[in-house]
């Protein structure tokens, strides 16, 4: 079935007409939209029990789910396409690890009441180092996760204070031992560099940590300076600098190097695993187009081309979903250009790179030029960045796209 004509809904009322499944990987993500407290440098949709007061709670937002998730499956179910197994879970946050092994585990419970899991399905959560103990990471096992992904972000004190992080710097370390020995196979730590008052030496002592950890997976970002923080604030009032470009091109060398080295390489340009079976198979769904439901408040879905969002806030997403129907706050059908420029966005930062076969005639001619500058390079008819080029993602793209 072709999808429905591109009508972009700015009410909260309309729901997205749904094409078909694409036939790709099917995934769910699930928002937790709790944290203890907010992050100066973070945007992401999430709450402070203080900023909820009593309009929302983890069990409001449990129920809530759960009511999405069964309306999901049934407006999937009237879709001309058996609805796929789901090869994939990954629940995000937020801090998910708020809700305890327990809550996780109703989470996971909820997910399979409405649908059917993949034999050796991929299913992550995000952790936060000082909500979890040994306890916890055993009952994750025993519920049926097979990944944790750890927001380290760095081993110095100093730095974890400037990103208002409250963990211990040897918190994360210990967190990721402590997953490893309940029986986790697939652990990761996300890694933020470039954090004002950062030093090399931080960096490097940060990396030492995560190689000291164990883990086959490690994302690393640079820091975002995100407009409407409170650390967009400060840098404005210049009490922080700024994260200076040519110190964050040198961190992510410094970065790349030293997990090559150690046996992690790169197959997305912020993600580094072990190998093959390391990856984060529930991200590259993702940046290989494939389809998912995104649940919970301001989670983002996609499915054969069809894409919504849902209300931001946990109040009115319980009120939504109470009110039958899927709690969406908008949706698009992308059209034929805006496919081909998210594929391109998305497949130029993977290792296996862009077929130079789904390029126009402007990015054929485009992509000689780049290969010419040394930003990228053929590799059995795909375009693979370089080391430089990685450098360079976004510019790259920008060049395949526009004149
Ligand atoms: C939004 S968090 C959710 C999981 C968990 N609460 C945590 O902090 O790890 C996921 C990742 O996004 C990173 N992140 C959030 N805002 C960022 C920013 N402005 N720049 C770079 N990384 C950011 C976090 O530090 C974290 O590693
Ligand atoms: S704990 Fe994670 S989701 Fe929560 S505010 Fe900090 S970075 Fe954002």
Not at 287 to 311: E, I, K
């Amino acid at each position: 079935m072709s999808s429905p004509a591109a009508v972009p809904v700015e009410t909260e009322t309309s729901e997205p007409v749904l094409g078909d499944f694409g036939g790709g990987a099917f995934g769910i993500y699930v928002h937790v939209p709790f944290c203890a407290t907010r992050c100066g440098y973070c945007d992401f949709n999430t709450y402070t029990a203080g900023e909820l007061g009593t309009s929302a709670s983890p069990q409001s937002w449990l129920d809530a789910l759960r009511g999405e998730l069964s309306t999901a499956a049934e407006r999937f179910a009237a879709l001309p396409s058996a609805t796929p197994e789901v090869a994939t879970i990954f629940v995000g946050g937020g801090t998910p690890s708020l809700l305890g092994g327990d809550g996780l585990a109703d989470v996971l419970d909820a997910v399979r009441a409405n649908f059917t899991l993949a034999a050796g399905a991929e299913v992550t959560t995000e952790s936060n180092p000082e909500s979890t103990d040994p306890a916890f990471f055993e009952r994750l096992r025993a519920a049926g996760f097979t990944r944790i992904s750890l927001g380290m972000q760095s081993a110095a004190a100093h730095v974890l204070k400037v990103l208002d992080r409250t963990h211990t710097p040897g918190r994360a370390v210990a967190a990721a031992k402590e997953a490893r020995a309940a029986g986790f196979a697939h652990v990761n730590l996300d890694l933020i560099y470039g954090t004002p008052g950062e030093s090399d030496s931080d960096l490097d002592a940060s990396l030492d940590a995560v190689l000291s950890a164990g883990v086959d997976h490690v994302s690393a970002y640079s820091l975002i300076v995100e407009d409407g923080t409170a650390l967009a604030r400060r840098v404005r009032r210049g009490e922080l600098p700024a994260p200076d470009d040519d110190v964050l091109a040198a961190r992510y060398e410094r970065i790349d190097a030293r997990l090559t080295a150690a046996g992690l390489t790169w197959y997305e340009v912020s993600n580094w695993a072990a190998g093959p079976a390391a990856a984060c198979r529930h991200n590259l769904g993702y940046w290989d187009g494939g389809d998912w439901l995104g649940a919970g408040p301001g989670a983002h879905s996609h499915v054969g081309g069809v894409r919504w969002w849902n209300v931001k806030h946990p109040a009115r997403y319980a009120d939504r979903v109470a009110a039958g129907g899927l709690p969406a706050a908008g949706w698009e059908a992308l059209t034929a250009d805006e496919r081909y420029t998210e594929r391109l966005m998305l497949a130029v930062r993977l290792r296996t790179g862009l077929p130079l076969a789904e390029l126009d005639e402007f990015g054929a001619a485009a992509a000689g030029q780049i290969v010419a500058d040394g930003l990228a390079a053929r590799h059995e008819d795909h375009l693979v960045l370089t080391d430089r080029g990685r450098l360079l993602a976004d510019g790259v793209v920008r060049r395949l796209l526009v004149p």
